[in-house]
């Protein structure tokens, strides 16, 4: 999960293993997925195709964070091959 | 600032964490909260609640908390630890010590930690009711 990136990435495409958590997990129906994206995509443009890829998850787009690695993200974090993108549903510790 | 952090699975020992109680004679106060899993959620009789959390994460957004209670309190040291998996009713699911100088301080710093946790620590909970199917807390 961390340090960010040191995958071995296909020429023109960067890979990550987007991990699933809680509502996330039921809604996807796994709790891990490997997605490759064109070097340079953000995280916005990973929701959008998690979106397509596992349509259930639409229910939680506007309470979802992203954490790369061990840190939240915001959408135009642009993400690195081997990156571990986590989907955080709202957190509720305590 | 000394601390200590325990995400566990077995039930937390609250009279063991008060015994390794240490304070510096400079200390005056040491506020403890134990939140405590209630038999009821939304109006319904629950048995548990299981606690999920992106683990490595958690442990690393704690730990900035803790950076950042330091930041703004002179506390001397704070001690936590959070049930994960299955909680009975009536059970401790999180317990926080924080030991500082005086009362204000103390109490300020220890409501910051709990209120943050809920924002940002990657933990969820799910109730598991006596007679319906769990589903998470949204």
Redesign the interface.
């Known amino acids: 999960m961390f340090p960010r990136g040191g995958g071995s990435c296909r020429v023109g495409t960067v890979q990550f293993r987007v991990c699933f958590f809680a509502r996330g997990r039921e809604l996807a129906g796994c709790a891990e997925a490997v997605e490759s994206m064109p070097p340079g995509s953000c995280v916005k443009e990973l929701l959008g195709k998690l979106f397509r890829r596992f349509p259930r998850l639409v229910e939680l787009r506007k309470s979802l964070r992203v954490a790369v690695g061990l840190d939240y993200q915001s959408g135009d974090c642009v993400l690195r091959d081997g990156d571990e993108v986590s989907i955080l549903p709202p957190t509720q510790g305590g | 600032m000394q601390s200590e952090l325990t995400l566990t699975r077995e039930p937390i020992d609250e009279a063991a964490w008060l015994a390794r109680r240490a304070m510096a004679r400079e200390m005056g106060a040491a506020v403890c909260f134990s ?1 405590v899993v209630r038999g009821t959620e939304g109006g319904e009789a629950i048995a548990a609640i299981e606690y ?3 683990e ?3 442990r ?2 704690i730990e900035l908390l803790f950076q950042r209670m330091e930041e703004r309190w002179p506390v001397q040291s704070v001690r936590m630890a ?1 049930r994960l998996g299955r909680v009975g009713a009536g059970e401790t ?2 317990w926080v010590e924080v030991i500082a100088p005086h009362r204000q301080e103390a109490f300020a710093a220890c409501q910051f930690i ?1 209120d943050e ?10 109730p598991l009711a006596v007679s319906k199917p769990p ?4």
């Open positions: 939140g999920e959390a992106c490595r994460m958690a690393h957004q959070h699911a999180l709990i946790m809920k924002r940002a620590v990657p933990i969820w909970k799910k589903t998470f807390c949204l």
